[in-house]
């Protein structure tokens, strides 16, 4: 997988501080490091080894004032600002705030992205190698790596063995994965429940457990892709994670959540520079769920298709028509075939295409029409070379239901027999090849949605 293809971004992070504030910024120590709860739980005061020692009697014989200071001081660590960050974490911030730009359809913002990728690399190689004990940098490092970043620079900072303890195993798995290796490191990024950590870093892994998830269990997949939208809502990450679960969810009989997200999708993402692909992808999973899905559940994405253009709309319905009449769904097959049908030109390919669709989903109920209105206005012949088996189909079918039965031996019935050239004969060799091409096609759409 390259650096920046389907991995998945972060929500936006604060302003960075201007330069200057990192020459003035001191190095932190250990209780600057530490969470505000643990600062809370043991405040440093002058007489903290004495409170330690003591009995709980001898605590309730301090006197108030005592307990009063120590509870200020509590409170005071807790609303204390945390310290500034240095530059590891704001030049990580600063790649997170590209990134959730380019979500928004931020044209520079994309053309920036891979530059700034390269010259954090180059930066964090420069840095000296004492500063990712820091838990935090450390931690901008993981965060990096997940981001799309080099994983040649993670190895190298892995084999100066100064990585703060705690992020070296998620930095091993984060190089494993981004080099593809399926080794152990790799394989532990599964182990992690990404709602403990925050809310950047949780999101990024829960893509990346989605991606890791795929070839063992598609539903583990879908639910890491749900984790990761909500932490990190509103940037590349959901944007990312929306795209691939709209596919993944087309595979189940889910279609309530299938429209909901892709209906959600177009309404945050439509400028994102990945719409396109989210659309060409989109069609194959409307193909998907045409086979299934009824009426009343497809009309929630009507909003949806109406604010696509005419030509791509009637694409959408010509193709979920076709699939829909191949795999019996009748109601579904047309309504589409109308809704295609009322986007084509009068004399088109197009319109001759929706006709035989919404032939093929009524053909079963022809005896309430006249045989003739069920194909009024078509043409075999200007239909393409693949939909010529259908209308041949059609025609048979609906030739045999609508005849009255023969009751005189004499003269063979319509399309009886098999002779060479007959009707019945082009109407099953026609019925194979329709047979074929539906078989290929559903293959097709099965290895592009893996």
Known sequence: MGAFGALGWFAVWPKLRPPA????????????????????????????????????????????????????????????PPPPPGEAER?????????????????????????????????????????????RNAHALVLYLLSGGSSVVGRRLLRENTLASAEAPLAKGAVAYLEGIDCAERDALLDIDPRRLDAAL??????????????????????????????????????????????????????????????????????????????????????RVSAQITVEQWTRLDEFMDSLGVERRRVFYLAMAQTAAAAGNSA?????????????????????????????????RVRA??????????????????????YDAVVVVAARITRAPERNFATAPPGAGDLPGG??????ASLRDADAAIDASRKSMERRGK
């Open 21 to 80: 504030a990192v020459a003035a910024q001191a190095k932190p120590d250990a209780s600057a490091i530490a969470p505000p709860v643990i600062v809370a739980a043991a405040p440093a005061t002058p007489h903290s080894a004495e409170k330690t020692a003591a009995a709980p009697a001898a605590v309730a014989q301090k006197a108030p004032g005592a307990m009063g200071t120590a509870r200020t001081q509590a409170v005071a660590a807790l609303s204390a």
């Open 91 to 135: 030049l990580v911030r600063r790649l997170q705030d590209v990134q959730n730009r380019v979500a928004e359809g931020d044209v520079a913002a994309l053309h920036d992205m891979p530059r700034l990728v390269v010259a954090i690399s180059r930066r964090f190689v420069e840095l000296p190698a004492e500063i990712w004990a820091d838990e």
């Open 202 to 287: 949780g999101a990024q892994l829960a893509f990346v457990q989605a991606i890791l998830l795929l070839k063992y269990d598609r539903a583990k997949a879908i639910g890491a892709l749900d984790i990761a939208r909500l932490l990190a809502p509103g940037g590349l990450v959901e944007e990312a994670a929306l795209r691939r679960e709209v596919s993944l969810v087309s595979e189940t009989a889910q279609f309530d959540k299938f429209a909901e997200l892709a209906r959600q999708y177009w309404s945050r993402f439509r400028r994102s520079p990945y719409a396109e692909n989210f659309l060409r992808q989109f069609l194959v999973d409307v193909e």
């Open 332 to 364: 579904f097959a047309d309504f589409a075939a109308r809704r295609a049908l009322a986007l084509a030109a009068p004399d088109s390919v197009e319109r001759q295409r929706a006709l035989l669709y919404r032939a093929a989903a009524n053909v079963a």
């Open 369 to 390: 029409a006249p045989y003739g209105d069920l194909l009024s206005g078509l043409d075999r012949a200007k239909l393409p070379r693949a939909d010529q088996p259908l």
């Open 423 to 428: 009707e019945l004969a082009r109407a099953e």
